[in-house]
């Protein structure tokens, strides 16, 4: 079964860097896209950032400039890179990867536990 898992999540002041980590493992046959999304209380889940396999990327507004993504194929990990933090980006994270698993024949979307990125002012 594929499975995502996450990591890098945690406490950082205002200002500060925190890069978030997450890999698929699994019978995984190919990855078409990878990303994060955030859910805080209250609101919809949102992306944050996207890569798709050929390499083009997608920001959300509030974190262009400040947070870049990236990919390691070689080890079906995402990388989030994430600067210049503020408080506002306080969140619950979730990795996302649109994923073939052996023998389905198809994509669908695998999902992560989701990890705390907390921002103190």
């Known amino acids: 079964q594929v499975q995502l898992v996450e990591s890098g999540g945690g406490l950082v002041q205002a200002g500060g860097s925190l890069r978030l980590s997450c890999a698929a493992s699994g019978s995984i046959v190919s990855i078409n896209a990878m990303g994060w999304y955030r859910q805080a209380p209250g609101k919809q889940r949102e992306l944050v950032a996207r890569?798709?396999?050929?390499?083009?990327?997608n920001y959300a507004d509030s974190v262009k400039g400040r947070f870049t993504i990236s990919r390691d194929n070689a080890k079906n990990t995402v990388l989030l890179q994430m600067n210049s933090l503020k408080p506002e980006d306080t969140c619950v994270y979730y990795c996302?990867?649109?994923?073939?698993?052996?023998?389905?024949?198809?994509?669908?979307?695998?999902w992560g536990q989701g990890t705390q990125v907390t921002v103190s002012s």
């Open positions: 890569i798709i396999s050929y390499g083009s990327t």
């Open positions: 996302n990867a649109i994923i073939m698993e052996y023998g389905s024949g198809w994509y669908r979307d695998y």
